[in-house]
C-alpha cells in the first residue's frame, strides 16, 4: 500500500509522535478548528473538564498534513486511534485536504479527527470569555489545559497561521 497523509490542527501540529517523511501547510474545507471538546482525560477530569480541539462543522482550518510511509500504514493508524480516540468523541475521517506550496499544490486524501456532536464531550460553540473560564485551572494526564491552549497558539503563530478566536483564549488564559 502506498504513502498516506495524516491532518493535524491542535496538538498534532506540535507533537506528531508518529514517523513521517515530509510535511506540508495544508487546508481542510468544510471544517474549523475550534475548543469544542470537554477533555474528560488529557486536559482535565470529568469533576473538572477541561477544553481541547476539535474540527467542527463549517468554515475551513489551515493545519499541517504529515505524509506517511505505507509501510508504517498499521503502526501510525494504532498510534493515532490510540491517541484520539480514547474517549470516542472524534470521529475518524478520510477527507481531501488542499496542500500548500509554490507549484507543488494539489489535493490528497488525509485521515483526519473530527468532533463527533452527538457525543458527550461535544462543548458546542462556545465564546472565548466561556472558553477561557473553562480551560483555566482544568489539569489532566497530560497536564495543564492553559499549557495546551498556549502551546498551540505558538505553534500556530511561528508557522504564520492566525486562529484569531483561540488567541483570544489563549490571551484570558496566559499568566499576568
Not at 7 to 28: D, K, N, Q
Amino acid at each position: 500500500m502506498g504513502d498516506f497523509w495524516v491532518f493535524g490542527y491542535g496538538s498534532l501540529i506540535w507533537r506528531p509522535g508518529f514517523a513521517h517523511v515530509e510535511t506540508r501547510r495544508a487546508r481542510l474545507y468544510g471544517f474549523r478548528r475550534s475548543l469544542c471538546v470537554y477533555s474528560f482525560v488529557h486536559r482535565g477530569t470529568r469533576e473538572r473538564p477541561g477544553l481541547v480541539l476539535g474540527l467542527d462543522r463549517g468554515g475551513s482550518c489551515v493545519g499541517l498534513a504529515f505524509r506517511v510511509p505505507g509501510d508504517l500504514r498499521d503502526e501510525v493508524l494504532s498510534y493515532l486511534r490510540e491517541r484520539e480516540l480514547v474517549t470516542s468523541v472524534y470521529l475518524e475521517r478520510t477527507l481531501d485536504v488542499r496542500l500548500d506550496g509554490a507549484g507543488q499544490g494539489g489535493t490528497v486524501e488525509a485521515v483526519a479527527y473530527i468532533v463527533d456532536r452527538a457525543h458527550e464531550q461535544y462543548a458546542g460553540g462556545l465564546d472565548a470569555d466561556h472558553a477561557a473560564k473553562v480551560v483555566r485551572g482544568a489539569v489532566g494526564q497530560s497536564g495543564r489545559n492553559e499549557d495546551y491552549v498556549l502551546s498551540t497558539v505558538e505553534h500556530l503563530r511561528a508557522l504564520g497561521i492566525r486562529d484569531h478566536w483561540l488567541e483570544e483564549v489563549g490571551r484570558q488564559v496566559a499568566p499576568s
